[in-house]
């Protein structure tokens, strides 16, 4: 079984890089780009076959490593 | 007067932090990551800059899940001292000895500089060297170092009279210009400058070095 993770900047954490890409966006012409919020995907390969127990285990890897909870959320997904 | 100084593969700054403490007195051991107990006896754990794990995941993330780093939390709930400088101020924010988090900075460029830092409080074992409100030139050298924290834990750490630092001008974004901050029980600090950068004649300054004197002073009376 595969998990994917997504990491994101919380809401109302200032992202520096999401808005550099704005702002170099907004240089080549590309208009109406009003916000940008750069996360990361994370995929890992599984041995659990059970879709209850994968998604549980991967929730506490993201709590223990994969998201810093402090300034990100995570969202997991089964695939 | 023991000094750890913790290696991981990546950490750069590791020689230069051992020889800041040294100077002061200390007697210093390296301990490699894998370790996962300290030398007997050790007062002081100090963990250096650099780029611990290549910045993997997340700058210090890797590093503060290491073995050597769950007896650094054990040496610090011991009431034991603890002192992050750059890379080790962002591990112990991921181990979550100290609070907040740093991002990249808000210019997006790595910074290399010396900037004037304000000494904010003197009332700990690392600043009791300083005034609270004195100037001391310190060079930072890195690409995240935004401290990040809420109104209310900048209210809180306000309140406690746990903010270290402040950057005289603020050159990365940081929250309330916080360049460093303490513990709860003020024995561990994290800060983004780099003192032993700035700790002999030829360093160019030595404001940094009162901070490995007042430590080795606070150890010896211990």
Known sequence: MKARVHVMLKDGVLDPQGEAVRHALGTLGFEGV????????????????????????????????LANTVIESYSVELV | MKAAVLVFPGSNCDRDLAVA???AGMQVNMVW??????????????????FSFGDYLRCGAIAARSPITRAVIEHANRGGFVLGICNGFQVLTETGLLPGALMRNAGIKFICKTLDL??????SAFTAGYRKGQRIAIPVAHHDGNYTASDDLVARLRDED????????NPNGSTADIAGVLSENRRVLGMMPHPERMAE????GTDGAAMFRS???AMASA
């Open chain 1, 34 to 65: 009003e916000g940008v919020r750069q996360g990361k995907v994370i995929e890992l390969d599984l041995a659990e076959s059970d879709a209850g127990k994968a998604k549980e285990a991967v929730t506490e890897m993201c709590e223990k490593l």
């Open chain 2, 21 to 23: 403490c040294r100077n």
């Open chain 2, 33 to 50: 990551h894998k370790d996962s107990t300290l030398p007997e006896g050790t007062d002081l754990v100090a963990i250096p800059g650099g």
């Open chain 2, 118 to 123: 304000i000494v904010e409080t003197s009332d």
């Open chain 2, 162 to 169: 746990r903010i270290a630092f402040t950057y005289a001008e």
């Open chain 2, 201 to 204: 004649a030829a360093h160019g």
């Open chain 2, 215 to 217: 430590l080795a002073d």
